[in-house]
């Protein structure tokens, strides 16, 4: 008889494999820790590998005043307030040591012609602080812990999904999932589980996210473990994401190409920036710049195709190769389109989850002992408002802290125990989806959930649309226990859509009910019938389905840090 169960085991489990987890990974493995390493896609094809600006830590080298008191500073007055101070000092202080880490992995960052490492100004940094690779950081970051992963021979399942954590007496001890191209089932145990599988951006119509990744998995394991979600409607929605083609719709224009000179304008032609921040135009933050397109195209002032256009043709065509050769080449592979010559049709796109699951800044446990979540899983230095470059740096800071407090607390295990019932649960939750042969299409209901997010719960929302935008959501819960899932020659595909859009409808709730909770405008966060920022709500919101929505107030910032934090211009730098 064929065996449809693989049982493996491991001190440490870590679910993604992007560069969260498997910087977590090399951690465990450089200290003879026994690790795991699993994830959905490929782990040459992750999230991080999208991510093209750059990396931020205070080294320094291009301006000696900078120190991580100020990087810290510039953090948490762009986060809105809503950022926690303590996962604030323990990023921008970890910094330094996170590149040094990638250098004695062999990553080659652009340097000056004195060797130094090359830093350049991003939006909203005081100083030039971060440290890139060309216009491709993310995937050379990617490339580096792949390669060093490869030299610790750290066991890595690529196609695994994972469909349940394994809990038992409020303690993680493992999860369960299958092949997605085999189908063959695994039930993993382990001491302590490191999740890392992302955000929730998939929920969107146009996101920067590919298909079938930050569909919110992170969010629906941790919540089903018994965990917590922090600020789940705090959502970057980027500037410039491409309209066409539809399969591409929402892939990222990097915004290097405002920061080299790229120009904006509306369906009449009009360069429109100049009415929502004339000193700072093109340059301005994420959220101003994403809220002003889609003012823009609110009003009947966007492209035929509900866009806006932004221009470079008009710089040296040497620029734009040397400068923008991403960009580039995206555009002409994806629409034959030209940059040099045509303007690129964009819109607003969801980009980046910036609240997750709730952890404790020191060492990102959750309320689940044993378990950890690191990455745009987790929550707690971003606030209402990323800074770029924040993301990549943050990875490799808790990627390194996670995997040392995961390792000490398996080592602090005077026994591990399981439970048959709850591995029984995670089996017949995987039988009852094979075995489901309803009328309603996954597939059509996720499509059906990213329609009600972007009408409701896009880049401006309101009381009344985030009202009916829940009532639509409970219709879709009610369609989905009556979908057909049928797996193919091809695979196990449709499972793995069928507990993606689980995920997708928990995300999308969770971020409803707390985008209805927070009346007020605060950064990424636009309400137009609460246009003001509220100072009772500099709080951060604390979401679980049992409990619904609680609110956690913010500690206090040190005074070497606030006395720092003033306006910071954009004059001549990239933006975010």
């Not at 695994?186 to 569909?215: F, K, M, P």
């Not at 995961?406 to 295990?413: D, E, P, R, T």
């Amino acid at each position: 008889m064929a065996i449809t169960e693989q049982r493996l085991s491991t001190t440490v489990l870590v679910i993604g494999t992007g560069g969260a987890g498997l910087r977590a990974s090399i951690e465990l493995a450089e200290a003879g820790t026994a690790v795991l390493a699993v994830g959905k896609r490929p782990k040459e094809d992750t999230h991080t590998a999208l991510a093209a600006g750059g990396i931020n830590a205070a080294l320094a080298t291009m301006d000696p005043e900078d120190s991580w008191q100020q990087h810290a500073a510039d953090t948490l007055k762009e986060s809105y307030l809503l950022a926690d101070p303590r996962t604030a000092q323990i990023v921008t202080q970890g910094a330094a040591q996170g590149i040094d880490d990638l250098e004695r992995y062999g990553m080659a960052f652009a340097r000056e012609e004195d060797g130094r490492i090359s830093q350049r100004f991003f939006g909203a940094h005081k100083f030039r602080r971060t440290a890139f690779a060309g216009d491709y950081t993310g995937l050379e970051i990617q490339r580096t812990l792949i390669r060093r992963a490869n030299q610790l021979d750290i066991s890595v399942l690529d196609s695994v999904y994972i469909t349940r954590l394994l809990v038992h007496d409020g303690a993680v001890f493992g999860a369960y999932g299958f092949d997605v191209n085999s189908g063959m089932r695994h039930l993993i145990h382990a001491d302590a589980v490191i999740l890392a599988a992302g955000g929730h951006t998939r929920i969107w119509r146009r996101t920067s996210s590919r298909r079938d990744e930050n569909t919110g998995d992170s969010f629906r394991l941790a919540v089903e473990a018994g965990a917590r979600l922090r600020d789940p409607e705090l959502v970057q929605f980027h500037p410039s994401g491409i309209i066409e083609p539809e399969n591409a719709a929402g892939t990222l224009v990097s915004e290097a190409a405002r920061g080299e000179g790229g120009v904006l304008r509306n369906a009449l032609g009009e360069r429109f920036m100049n009415r929502y921040d004339p000193v700072r135009m093109e340059l301005s933050t994420r959220d101003r710049v994403a809220l002003a397109s889609y003012t823009e195209i609110k009003e009947g002032r966007g492209t035929p195709k509900g866009g806006v256009w932004l221009d470079v043709s008009h710089l040296p065509r040497q620029t734009i190769m040397n400068r923008l050769p991403r960009v580039y080449q995206t555009l002409l592979d994806l629409q034959m389109l030209d940059i040099t010559r045509e303007p690129i049709e964009i819109a607003p796109t969801a980009h980046y989850s910036m609240g997750g699951v709730w952890v404790r800044p020191e060492d990102h446990s959750t309320d689940v002992r044993g378990l950890y979540a690191i990455g745009e899983a987790s929550s707690g230095l971003h606030g209402a408002n990323r800074l770029g470059g924040n993301s990549l740096i943050e990875l490799l800071v808790f990627g390194r802290i996670t995997g040392q407090a995961a390792a000490a607390y398996a080592q602090g295990l005077t026994a591990q125990v399981r439970s048959a019932s709850a591995t029984a649960r995670a089996r017949e939750e995987v039988d009852a989806l094979l075995t489901a042969d309803g009328p309603e299409n996954v597939r059509a209901l996720q499509r059906a959930i990213r329609t009600t997010m972007t009408e409701h719960a896009g880049v401006v929302r309101d009381e009344a649309g985030l009202r009916a935008g829940l009532e639509e959501l409970e219709g879709i819960e009610k369609r989905m226990e009556n979908v057909g899932v049928h797996p193919d020659i091809a695979g196990y595909q449709d499972l793995a859509h069928a507990f993606d859009l689980k995920s997708a409808a928990l995300a999308s709730r969770a971020t409803l009910e707390a985008a209805l909770e927070r009346r007020e405008t605060r950064g990424c966060h636009n309400r137009s019938d609460y246009p003001d920022m509220d100072p009772s709500l500099r709080v951060n919101l604390v979401w679980s389905p049992t409990t619904g929505i609680t609110r956690e107030s913010i500690p206090a910032i040190p005074q070497e840090i606030t006395s720092l934090m003033e306006e910071v211009t954009t004059d001549g730098k990239l933006v975010e």
